[in-house]
């Protein structure tokens, strides 16, 4: 594969806290951001974060398929099945997917029951896309 890619689960929510996430999950988090914590570690007194968030990052290595990565994210929410249920009203979930190509081509497929799986978890994609512009 020529570029790069990344997926990273997002789960988001207004109303529970990171660690109500985590432990609903019963997993542990890449990364989490409390609600009310400061966007910006520059500016602790700027605008604050509106939501708790918990993102489990892929374990993959950035090179390879993003089919690869999307078997992971299958894996992942075929595990926490109930969860993800149990979240739903109170959490947005979206799985990231960063893809970065080195020659400004490339792409990857969802089938339809990939979809219906993620779809009937309540997982939403986000296609994140980097062409290089040829220029070195």
């Not at 019963?26 to 500016?43: A, C, L, M, Y």
């Amino acid at each position: 594969m020529s570029g790069w890619v990344k997926l990273t689960l997002r789960i988001a929510s207004e109303v529970l806290s990171a660690d109500e996430i985590q432990t609903r999950l019963n997993d542990v988090p890449s990364e989490t951001i409390r609600k009310g914590e400061p966007v910006s570690k520059r500016n602790p007194h700027g605008p604050a974060h509106r939501e708790s968030i918990c993102f489990f990052e892929s374990p993959r290595p950035e090179d390879v398929s993003p089919e690869e990565h999307l078997t992971w994210l299958f894996e992942f929410c075929d595990r926490h099945r109930a969860e993800l249920h149990s979240l739903a009203g109170a959490c947005t979930t979206e799985a990231w997917l960063g893809y970065g190509s080195d020659n400004g081509q490339g792409g990857f497929s969802l089938t339809s029951q990939q979809m219906a799986k993620l779809g009937s978890m309540g997982v939403d994609i986000v296609v994140d896309l980097y062409a290089s512009s040829g220029e070195e």
